[in-house]
């Protein structure tokens, strides 16, 4: 799909939709509780449907109505295989995979797009160590086997995902499991988000630096009404848009005290030199001087795309280090996100691992591609902000793997003419 996005800065508030990472997270162990639990969850993305519908084939039962999920938890697994669409969302496949092995199942994950290339390894390797078997077969995986309580130990630079998975799973084996995580760790409040939906949800484990000791023989306890909070990731395109305004946006929705690695973006911008405040009714981000700087990118990875295009918008240059995990995303983002910019006008360089955005304080315009990669799709209507002339976008669909009506809250900003 092609759409014609308007140039020049935008201004009005936004709510958010909530935080995709922390719903799978939250539906899992819904899924794998005693009683029926009921999700406040704003905006169903793709990625969410995948985790939806993949329980579902485990024998949950999950009902939608108006942001409202349902979850009445698996009775009794499939003896047989279950066919898991995971479709494009590598946070399905990854945290489900290990559950898989948990409770013994023989399973078949369709992926999609770029996710049969994603990397598993290593956790591969640690699943198949503890008694699983898996079979790639194309864009087809093929995994059963149970897996076996004992000690597991994961690099924390790959992916924060595969610590997640583990943490989901072991405390459903019979017997104490210890998983060790190696330094660096990268992403490391994903992993703290997973920590809170354990607590949530009454699994015990205990915490030794990087080493995590999880007593087998457990099922989660959530129950009753929970909301799922607002997603700074998505928050952070009308935020830095907000940072090119003089009267801004405001983003209501979001907790400010959230564990998402994401909100690091406040201190970014506050970085960049915009203005941000902190109110009663959300976040408000304004202009300010706006001057370029470095960003170790390995606790943010999600955020380099729209944080590159505000690179752009400011003076001199910023330089984007420590992001190779971004060729690895639903496009090569270090790829995309320079050539996005050298489409509309802007300059950057592709590094092995990272970038260099020259910023000249404004865009072009005219065509460019989100290469199927939702970040790429809206961190091109961010650009727009910038531009001289309009934004000719092809691929805007794609903003449907995490934010569905992204579109629609875009169009609702008020738009001022260069």
């Not at 008694?131 to 059963?144: I, K, P, R, V, W």
Request: proline share 5%; hydrophobic share 40%.
């Amino acid at each position: 799909m092609k759409l014609l996005i308007p140039s020049g800065p935008r201004s009005g508030s936004v709510r958010i939709p909530a935080s995709k990472s922390r719903a799978h997270r939250l539906l899992i162990c819904a899924a794998l509780s005693r009683e029926e639990t009921l999700l406040h969850c704003e905006g169903i993305s793709r990625d969410i449907e995948a985790t939806v519908r993949c329980l579902h084939s485990l024998g949950a039962e999950i009902e939608e109505e108006r942001g409202l999920l349902r979850v009445r938890p698996i009775q009794e697994a499939s003896a047989g295989e279950c066919l898991l669409p995971c479709g494009e969302s590598g946070a399905t496949l990854r945290l489900l995979l290990p559950v898989i092995g948990a409770l013994g199942l023989r399973a078949c994950f369709p992926r999609e797009g770029r996710l049969p290339q994603r990397p598993l390894a290593p956790l591969d390797r640690e699943l198949t160590e503890h008694g699983m078997h898996l079979e790639e077969q194309g864009a087809l995986l093929y995994a059963s086997g149970k897996l076996r309580a004992g000690e597991y130990r994961l690099p924390g630079n790959v992916s924060s995902q595969y610590i997640s998975g583990l943490l989901l799973a072991l405390p459903l084996l019979e017997g104490e499991s210890r998983l060790r995580v190696t330094e660096p760790v990268e992403s490391e409040a994903y992993i703290r988000m997973t920590e809170e939906v354990l607590d949530l949800a009454g699994l015990r484990f205990t915490k030794e630096h990087k080493s995590y000791f999880v007593p087998g023989g457990q099922r989660p306890g959530l129950s009753g009404t929970l909301a799922v909070e607002g997603d700074w990731s998505s928050a952070a395109f009308f935020l830095c848009a907000g940072a090119l305004s003089e009267e801004g946006v405001l983003v209501k929705g979001l907790d400010l005290h959230s564990t998402q690695g994401d909100r690091a973006v406040l201190e970014l911008l506050r970085s960049f030199g915009a203005e941000v405040s902190e109110t009663e009714d959300g976040v408000l981000c304004r202009r300010g001087e706006l001057r370029g700087q470095e960003i170790d990118a390995g606790p943010i990875p999600d955020l380099i795309p729209v944080l590159s295009v505000l690179a752009a918008g400011a003076r001199g240059d910023t330089r984007i280090r420590n992001a190779s995990r971004l060729r690895l995303k639903e496009s090569d983002r270090l790829r995309t996100t320079a050539a996005l910019l050298r489409d509309l006008g802007g300059s950057a360089e592709e590094l092995e691992d990272g970038l260099v955005v020259h910023g000249s304080g404004s865009l072009r315009g005219g065509p460019a591609k989100s290469a199927g990669d939702h970040r790429i799709a809206m961190s091109a209507a961010m650009a727009a902000c910038l531009c001289r002339k309009p934004v000719t976008l092809e691929g805007a669909e794609s903003v449907e793997k995490s934010y569905p009506r992204f579109w629609e809250d875009w169009q609702a900003l008020e738009v001022r003419e260069r």
